[in-house]
C-alpha cells in the first residue's frame, strides 16, 4: 500500500475525518494501488458524514440514491442530503428537495 493511503487510513483511524472521505473517494474511483471497492467507499463516506463532514455526507446520499455500495434507499437517501442541506450545501439542498418524492 502506498505511504500516502497508509498515512490517510491512520489518520482516518484517528478521527480526522476528512482523511476517511478522502479514502472513500479514492476507493469509489478505484486506481492501480487500490481496486474499486464501492462497499469500502459508502463505509467510509458514512464514518466521515457521522464525524460531520458535508462533502462526505452528500456522497453517502448519493450512494443510497444509486445504489451504489449500499441497498438503493430514497428515504435515507434525502434524509442524509438533508442534513448536508442543513449543514450548508446547496447542491444537497437541491437533492434533497427535487428528489425522491
Not at 476517511?20 to 459508502?42: F, Y
Not at 462526505?56 to 428515504?75: H, I, P
Request: charged residues 30%.
Amino acid at each position: 500500500m502506498p505511504k500516502a493511503l497508509q498515512l490517510y487510513r491512520r489518520a482516518c483511524d484517528g478521527g480526522v475525518f476528512e482523511s476517511c472521505h478522502t479514502l472513500g473517494q479514492i476507493h469509489e474511483r478505484g486506481d492501480v494501488a487500490v481496486p474499486r471497492d464501492p462497499v469500502q467507499a459508502a463505509a467510509l463516506y458514512a464514518r466521515a458524514c457521522d464525524g460531520d463532514v458535508v462533502a462526505a455526507c452528500f456522497d453517502l446520499g448519493r450512494c443510497y440514491e444509486t445504489g451504489e455500495g449500499v441497498a438503493r434507499d430514497y428515504l435515507r437517501a434525502r434524509a442524509i442530503f438533508q442534513k448536508a442541506c442543513d449543514a450548508g450545501d446547496a447542491h444537497a439542498c437541491e437533492k434533497a428537495k427535487n428528489r425522491m418524492r
